[in-house]
């Protein structure tokens, strides 16, 4: 498995997912969400999904997390629901039909539920188990290493685990009733600093002969 058996979309939406990360989130942040997408595509190798709506998988991967930033915050939704929106608004004028935009919202949504059943909802189910990986360390032996070193190393964590914690913290004490909440209160701030994917992040950069501090 490598990153070059992974093709990015190319569709008007997929192109404009990536374009709207990059200018309104951070780099860590925004490496965070193309790597879960690569995770969530590797997930569904290993666990055998077929029928995969790759674009639908890309954008809502891409956007997951974009309403934690400032232009999309919502004061009464959860980061998800509002993230959701934006993928609502941005597949809109890609041109999705509406039951198509509205299964972007679910899978963005769905991603912080605690599980999601694949028979149910494959790239939600997907999406979840991918960012279980990146950001708590789930699963962190079920895709191949050398996989896991490739898009480590193409997209590194940098400091996704200092913003992240510090992003769903603010999301937590302002929106006390959203998945933010759990989140916290289940650990989140430990599983981020003991993810085994920074252990492996760091093995790989030591192997490249890189020092580090």
Aim: with cysteine; glycine share 8%.
């Amino acid at each position: 498995m490598r990153i070059a058996d992974i093709p990015v979309p190319d569709t008007l939406a997929a192109r404009g997912a990536l374009a709207l990360a990059q200018e309104y989130q951070s780099p860590a942040l925004t490496a965070h969400a193309v790597r879960s997408w690569l995770w969530a595509e590797a997930f569904a190798l290993v666990d055998g999904l077929s029928g995969i709506d790759h674009e639908l998988l890309y954008v809502s991967a891409v956007l997951h997390d974009i309403g934690t930033v400032p232009a999309f915050d919502n004061h009464a939704l959860s980061y998800e629901h509002a993230g959701g929106h934006v993928g609502i608004a941005l597949t809109a004028g890609a041109g999705w039909a509406p039951e198509r935009r509205a299964r972007v919202l679910d899978v963005i949504v769905r991603h912080n539920w605690p599980s999601v059943d694949p028979e149910m909802d494959a790239e939600g189910y997907l999406l979840e188990t991918a960012t279980g990986l990146d950001i708590s360390g789930a699963r962190p032996d079920a895709l191949p290493r050398d996989f896991v070193r490739e898009v480590l190393t193409a997209h590194p964590r940098g400091a996704i685990a200092a913003e992240f914690g510090a992003c769903v913290v603010d999301q937590a004490q302002r929106k006390p009733d959203t998945a933010a909440r759990r989140l916290v209160d289940g650990g989140v701030l430990d599983k981020l600093s003991a993810n085994p994917l920074e252990r492996i992040a760091e093995e790989g950069r030591e192997g490249a002969g890189i020092r580090v501090s």
